[in-house]
């Protein structure tokens, strides 16, 4: 029998992973690494199983805890906890951006009177004001939407793939090995397909005793996201020919239209907004919860823990995060630097993973007579090993960002860093000054 609790949990790891800049993700990788793709993906799930692996033992340490900042403070400190956030929340802003210019330049392609400004602020407007009245989808809902995403994915595939002979498909596969340095770059961003997985984990904060379960849903996750990736990638060896490098950032709109034609638009219009429905508004709704968690721990202006009283939601914080977004969605739209938000979202990623791992070897040191739900397989010298390849991945990935002239990397680093130092320190500020206040009486 079913585990309708597993398979919802399921679906909302999936759904806040398969993006639709998954698709961009996915023409990155083969611009890097052509009919390889397939394989690097592969390989990236294996990075991403080894992760989750970590994500999941930290899970069943703190199982009424949310996510990466509880894990890493406790794991290395309060400067190191606030860093990984600000990380984490310039991923979900890096990935808001990007998915939003993806749908504002696919409806463009179909209605090219319309401006894509207005479409941006559109949907960032509609998601300002759900999430102000407390909206959220049901689980059976998410489910619907996963299932009919992967539905469109698999049609998708096999439309392309009947057009073409699969025999004379397989024989020109892997007939060049890439360059190591875009080999590893199209790794990364592989792994970046995986990111959000770990979002189910704030699903036990509810629930507690299912944290026993959630390194299953973790696993799975990654399993069922590596076929419909490899499933998509298979379907563009159909247009290996005739797939230029400007179509790479929306694959799924050529493979639409070579599998059917004009009408397979349609398909493309309603995967896009499948996938976003699915994520897109769950990450600014994150973001805007962990502003607010800053603001009431003093590391932002108190104005930011503003909540609206009928539905309990931040607003001001809601209001903070739907503007920053829209500022780099913008940004992004007029610069068409689809690639660079790619990369960039891939790096920040890594990077928060590597903080994942090395937190997981951590804890084993500190919490060692600590019984838990579930541990890893992996010995703890491995997941520092891990969490020093990935570091190894990310520099590499800088190397490469340089020489391409795509330097959004360095951008955000260059901000987030120095803010995690002077919030830390407004904190700290703080506290001393309630320290030194006089007791009267």
Known sequence: MLDFKLITKLSFAMGMAFTASCFTALGSIWQFVGTWAPVTVLISSLFAAFIMSAVGELASRFPSAIGIRTYVKAAFGEQSALLTTLLYMALVLLVASLESVLVASILQQLMPSWNGMYVITAMFGTLFIVNVFGYEFSARLQLVLVVALCVCVGWLTYGALSQVNLTDLAARSYAVLPGFGHAVEAVLIGIFLFAGIEWVTVLQVRHPDDAKRIHV?????????????????????????????????????????????????????????????????????????????????????????????????????????????????????????????????????????????????????????????????????????????????????????????????????????????????????????????????
């Open 217 to 441: 849903v973790l696993f799975l996750a990654v399993a069922v996201l590596t076929v419909l990736y490899i499933a998509f990638l298979i379907g563009m060896m159909a247009l290996r020919d005739g797939l230029a490098s400007e179509h790479l950032l929306t694959p799924q709109v050529q493979l639409a239209t070579f599998a059917y034609g004009r009408a397979g638009v349609a398909l493309v219009v309603a995967l896009m907004f499948l996938a976003i429905a699915t994520t897109f508004n769950a990450g600014l709704v994150g973001a805007a919860r962990i502003t607010y968690a800053l603001a009431r721990e003093g590391y932002l202006p108190r104005t930011f823990t503003y909540v609206q009283p009928s539905s309990g939601n931040p607003i001001a914080a809601t209001m903070l995060i739907t503007v920053t977004a829209l500022t780099g969605s913008f940004i992004a739209y007029s610069s068409n630097s689809l690639n660079a938000l790619t990369e960039a979202s891939a790096a920040i990623a890594c990077t928060v993973y590597m903080f994942f791992l090395a937190a997981a070897a951590r804890m084993r040191g500190i919490q060692t007579a600590r019984s838990i739900s579930f541990r890893s397989p992996a010995p703890t010298w491995s997941l520092w090993l891990g969490s020093a390849v990935m570091a190894l991945l990310i520099v590499v990935t800088l190397i490469q960002s340089v020489s391409s002239g795509r330097l959004l990397i360095f951008a955000v680093i260059a901000l987030v860093f120095p803010m995690s130092l002077i919030l830390g320190r407004r904190r700290r500020n703080q506290q001393n000054s309630f320290g030194a206040l006089p007791i009267k009486g």
